[in-house]
């Protein structure tokens, strides 16, 4: 028979590619850095802005505490050069949890004049998301809620913390490494051909993230996060233990396969529990009769198992992601290249690497040429 894939340098040259990508990619000291002195500017501006009498709480005579908290990938150790950070205003006094109220706060923070940080939106959804540049860099999304911290006990356990011990729970330390990388490569992916953003009907990135973690879950790198936090116990099944996993390696396979899983996903309703670490198809219908949403993305903790991460993604949104996913799937294959000549075979995949994440690698981007797939601008064309 014919070969199907790279040929070994071909495969280690795709290895040695997704590292590079990773560390030009990833958040880097700098990024942190900016990050944290953009919460504490963040936090003088909103404390200044809701000072006013306005918002003076009767009978009191007291304005309220702004307390901040940083959530999402800059906490998980996923995040991008390119991502934006995700910010949480709560107040130490009480709990605003009425759309129109966190409104009006918000309002209040948009007006407050700062040369630093400049106001772009006020999205005006179920949760508003009052949306900044601090630099004219960083993305800042401020919303309001809950403490998303979370503590033992509490109905709101921290999802940044899951995933974190989630990630560092593979088979060794470099195995947990190469997760991170691998979840960080997802987002990249997403974000380069433009088939993230919950305000559009696009997965979210903590969509992204649960699709990654699962699609691990499902090859057994990683175990279900049910045995991983702490307290926690699965009676019906043996706990899975370290040398139980399998070795995780980042490779180009290893991305094809969970590009695969992704398009496979496409063609029916389907839940994710990365809990359980399980996926089923699920019925097209709510018990109300109504058309259920394409992807049930369970919240990674039995409380709040009911609460749906993806409720804001719509068919035609989920249906572009799919259909880059098996676009991207076709040009990561060999094809009819499979029986060329390894200096060949290593130019082709490290040109369809850099237009996969859209970073430009140890030679200039080219297009790739891979027969079976479509042409790579198609994905951001659709």
């Not at 699709?211 to 996060?225: D, K, T, V």
């Not at 926690?232 to 899983?261: I, M, S, V, Y």
């Not at 992807?295 to 903790?301: D, G, K, Q, R, T």
């Amino acid at each position: 028979r014919p070969p199907t894939w790279w040929c070994s340098s071909a495969s280690f040259r795709c290895m040695a590619l997704l590292q590079q990508a990773d560390a030009r990619l990833a958040a880097d000291k700098k990024f942190r850095e900016g990050c944290d002195e953009c919460m504490k500017l963040l936090q003088e501006v909103c404390s200044s802005a809701l000072s006013v009498p306005e918002f003076r709480v009767a009978p009191f005579d007291w304005t309220p505490d702004v307390r901040l908290e940083a959530f999402g990938s800059t906490c998980q150790g996923t995040a991008l050069l390119s991502s934006d950070i995700d910010v949480r205003m709560t107040f130490e006094q009480f709990e605003v949890r009425d759309s129109k109220r966190q409104l009006k706060y918000l309002r209040g923070i948009q007006v407050a004049p700062c040369e630093r940080l400049k106001v772009v939106a006020l999205i005006e959804a179920r949760l508003p998301v009052l949306r900044m540049m601090f630099d004219g860099w960083l993305p800042v999304d401020l919303s309001m809620g809950p403490s998303l911290l979370g503590a033992d006990g509490e109905d709101c356990a921290g999802i940044d913390r899951t995933f974190v011990n989630t990630l560092n729970s593979a088979a060794s330390e470099e195995a947990s490494a190469d997760a991170q990388r691998f979840v960080r490569l997802v987002k990249a992916f997403a974000r380069a051909h433009g088939i993230v953003g919950a305000h559009e009907g696009l997965p979210s990135s903590t969509s992204w993230t649960c699709l990654a973690i699962a699609f691990l879950q499902l090859e057994s790198l990683l175990p279900p996060i049910s045995e991983v936090e702490p307290g926690e116990h699965t009676p019906r099944r043996r706990r899975l233990r370290k040398d139980q996993l399998g070795l995780l390696q980042l490779n180009a396979g290893l991305f094809c396969r969970f590009l695969a899983f992704v398009k496979a996903m496409g063609s029916r309703n389907h839940k994710i529990s990365v809990w359980h670490g399980r996926v089923y198809p699920t019925n097209p219908w709510s018990n109300s009769a109504a058309a259920s949403c394409p992807l049930f993305i369970e919240f990674p903790h039995k409380r709040r198992s009911g609460v749906n991460i993806a409720q804001s993604l719509s068919w035609s949104g989920w249906m572009k992601a799919v259909r880059c996913c098996g676009e991207a799937r076709g040009a990561l294959r060999p094809g009819r290249f499979a029986t060329a000549a390894d200096g060949v075979q290593e130019a082709i995949a490290e040109a369809t690497l850099q237009w996969l994440f859209e970073v430009n690698l140890a030679r200039p981007q080219k297009r790739p040429l891979n027969g079976d797939a479509d042409k790579p601008g198609d994905a951001k064309r659709r």
